[in-house]
């Protein structure tokens, strides 16, 4: 493993097989000349030389690289070397920026919930009106927003369950008219509130059972056996 300008690279000096190159810091487009230049060597020469060493290891590596933008104009302005962007550009897989895949924010949003909340500092869940918020803004910043967004509602949270007042100010809107059946967590009944996430989730998901399971984190049997509890009808 090394470190070299701000680039972390991790290979298996040992075994000659397929591993993965990560870069769990920084986007490709943003390497050093000088990075890209040993990047390029690796790639082409299958081979690596460890920061003080004199020996070079033969290496078999794939390489998943990861930008936010456009490594043709960077190529076309010299900040990004052509052949290197050859090398890397085998398979393209394009991600819409979160705007553009709504439908992903409550999956994403339970998967940060589990990963800030503690042992002693459970979040189970966002209130409707909270969800409502997060899927109606734009995310200019993508998924590094929304997680530091919901780190920030878990930290300032005095509910197990985040609330639009957790959320930044630009995030807090008034719910139109499509959320006015929503009850407020604060003046309701853990059980009204229960129903009313029900339906939103089914709302949300055009009334698949197996979506609003999803969305609200539980099986569904579980889901069915409470859409009889509260008389609901999908």
Not at 88 to 97: A, E, G, S
Not at 99 to 114: A, H, M, W
Request: hydrophobic fraction near 35%.
């Amino acid at each position: 493993m090394g470190r070299t300008n701000g680039f972390c690279h991790f290979f298996d000096l040992e075994a000659c097989i397929p591993i993965d190159l990560v870069n769990s810091q920084d986007e490709v487009s943003e390497i050093s000349p000088a990075v890209q230049v040993k990047l390029l060597r690796t790639i082409q020469e299958k081979e690596v030389r460890p920061v003080g060493s004199s020996r070079s290891y033969r290496v078999d590596v794939r390489v998943f690289a990861a930008t936010n933008r456009d490594l043709r104009e960077a190529v076309k302005h010299g900040s990004f070397r052509e052949d290197l962007f050859y090398r890397l550009n085998v398979l393209t897989v394009n991600v819409p920026p979160l705007r553009d895949r709504k439908e992903d924010i409550p999956l994403l949003v339970k998967y940060f919930l589990n990963r800030f909340s503690t042992d002693h500092s459970a979040v189970r869940d966002t209130s409707p009106e909270a969800l409502y918020c997060l899927e109606n803004y734009d995310w200019p910043g993508n998924v590094r927003e929304l997680e530091n967004v919901i780190r920030r509602a878990v930290a300032l949270r005095k509910e197990d369950f985040i609330l639009p007042e957790d959320l930044p100010p630009n995030l807090q809107i008034p719910p139109t008219e499509n959320a006015q059946h929503m009850i407020r967590p604060v003046d309701a009944t853990l059980t009204a509130y229960e129903k009313a996430a029900i339906q939103n989730a089914l709302a949300r998901s055009g009334n698949n059972r197996k979506k609003s399971a999803q969305i609200l984190g539980i099986g569904e049997a579980t889901l069915y056996r409470k859409l009889k509890k509260y008389g609901i009808h999908d």
